[in-house]
Nanobody
């Protein structure tokens, strides 16, 4: 499985950005897909995920501002980020894991930087 993120870049506080993650090398539709982020010197933190059946969950820090979505026909998952804050500055990583009973490996993308200027 390979995951490739795109869409990162400098954005002003209060602005919006949409990240994309393209999946290949496996069956996208059976994977739960998620977004994580990491700031230098800190642990990688979970942001959101969307299951193979479309259920979503968000960390409290982004709830109401970020939206995850997927299109199984395009093998793509997106992260729409609105009302960005300086504390959202991080490298954002796409991740995917097949549903229970299948490949247990957690796959990662290479990350895309999102600097938010105040």
């Amino acid at each position: 499985v390979q995951l490739v993120e795109s869409g990162g870049g400098l954005v002003r506080a209060g602005g919006s950005l949409r990240l994309s993650c393209t999946f290949s090398g496996g069956i996208f539709s059976v994977h739960t897909m998620g977004w994580y982020r990491q700031v230098p010197g800190k642990e990688r933190e979970w942001v959101t995920h969307i299951t193979d059946s479309g259920d979503t969950d968000y960390s409290d820090s982004v709830k109401g501002r970020f939206t995850i979505s997927r299109d199984n026909a395009k093998n793509t998952v997106w992260l729409q980020m609105n009302d960005l804050k300086s504390e959202d500055t991080a490298v954002y990583y796409c991740a995917g894991r097949a549903k229970l009973g299948l490949d247990p490996q957690l796959y990662w993308g290479q990350g895309t930087q999102v600097p938010v200027s105040s």
